[in-house]
T-cell receptor, first 113, second 110 residues
Framework: DTAVSQTPKYLVTQMGNDKSIKCEQN?????MYWYKQDSKKFLKIMFS???????INETVPNRFSPKSPDKAHLNLHINSLELGDSAVYFC????????????FGQGTRLTVV | GQSLEQPSEVTAVEGAIVQINCTYQ??????LSWYQQHDGGAPTFLSY????GLEETGRFSSFLSRSDSYGYLLLQELQMKDSASYFC???????????FGTGTKLQVIP
């Protein structure tokens, strides 16, 4: 069983479109994250949720909106996609009190054309 | 603010030992993690240090000196499959925010 799974794995879309990436974890973790990895492999946190509550919101354009229906799911919706949004987006999860080890999903490679 | 520095690339010979350094500047430092990422793959956790000293896990060891704001990842008996990018990541106490370094691309050659 996959611990952290995200879909889709690849996403190619045109500028201006709206798209969503889904993430689910079956580890029973309380905290989930979205990270963005750019073409230079720089990995930067975007959002963090703990038990469905937003606890970290980095300087991300408000076109990006995370949604956590329950603590096992954290989806990412992106409106009005821009070329600069092209990147690999990783979902991850960790225990609430011990964010010493994060488990990452396989990533979603988003290409905006 | 905070910053992490690690070498961008390292090359080492199969069977040898390699050390990847990480220096950081941050307030509220809580611990240092290391992650491995193969090309096209997801980051996978290797180790975490909250206290000074060496943590050993098989062929991999990680060291932390809080007073020097410095840590390293030591890989022994290098194998070709160890060719990957290695990221150090700083955790700030009280929050789940972990800031990643820019990564070190390790190439293991025969």
């Amino acid at each position: 069983d996959t611990a952290v799974s995200q879909t889709p794995k690849y996403l190619v879309t045109q500028m201006g479109n709206d798209k969503s990436i889904k993430c689910e974890q079956n580890l029973g973790h309380d905290t989930m994250y979205w990270y963005k990895q750019d073409s230079k492999k720089f990995l930067k946190i975007m959002f963090s949720y703990n038990n469905k509550e937003l606890i970290i919101n980095e300087t991300v354009p408000n076109r990006f909106s995370p949604k956590s229906p329950d603590k096992a799911h954290l989806n990412l919706h992106i409106n009005s996609l821009e070329l600069g949004d092209s990147a690999v987006y990783f979902c991850a999860s960790s225990q609430r009190r011990e964010n010493t080890e994060a488990f990452f999903g396989q990533g979603t490679r988003l290409t905006v054309v | 603010g905070q910053s992490l520095e690690q070498p961008s690339e390292v090359t080492a010979v199969e069977g040898a030992i390699v050390q990847i350094n990480c220096t950081y500047q941050t307030s509220g430092f809580y611990g240092l993690s290391w992650y491995q990422q193969h090309d096209g793959g997801a980051p996978t956790f290797l180790s975490y240090n909250a206290l000074d000293g060496l943590e050993e896990t098989g062929r991999f060891s990680s060291f932390l000196s809080r007073s020097d704001s410095y840590g390293y990842l030591l890989l022994q008996e290098l194998q070709m499959k160890d060719s990957a990018s290695y990221f150090c990541a700083v955790r700030k106490g009280g929050y789940q925010k972990v800031t990643f370094g820019t990564g070190t691309k390790l190439q293991v050659i025969p």
